[in-house]
């Protein structure tokens, strides 16, 4: 279930935050009703960030090693068509 709770149960509830995002799920906290921040364990977080140093450079080396180039049309018909399906 995903947790919302307010950027105040930060400094009151701060225990309670910790035992969530320790568990892998993430906190959503909002300040004035609107979205503000999101707390994510360090396991989760460098989870996230791993996967997406590695599909940087994974685009890096077919960047470098493959002779074609899009356009920034082509390329968001290609998204669009990938997620179409």
């Known amino acids: 279930m995903m947790q919302i709770r307010p ?17 892998g799920q993430p906190v959503f906290l909002t ?6 921040m999101v707390v994510l364990s360090l396991e989760e977080y460098s ?10 450079d994974e685009a890096d080396f077919l960047a470098e ?3 074609r180039r899009l356009t920034h049309e082509e390329v968001f ?8 399906e």
């Open 7 to 23: 950027v105040s149960d930060l400094r009151n509830h701060f225990s309670d935050i910790e035992n969530i995002v320790n568990s």
């Open 31 to 36: 300040k004035n009703g609107y979205g503000s």
């Open 65 to 67: 090693t493959d002779p």
């Open 47 to 56: 989870k996230l960030s791993d996967y997406i140093e590695s599909a940087l």
């Open 77 to 84: 018909e290609n998204i669009g068509r990938i997620l179409d």
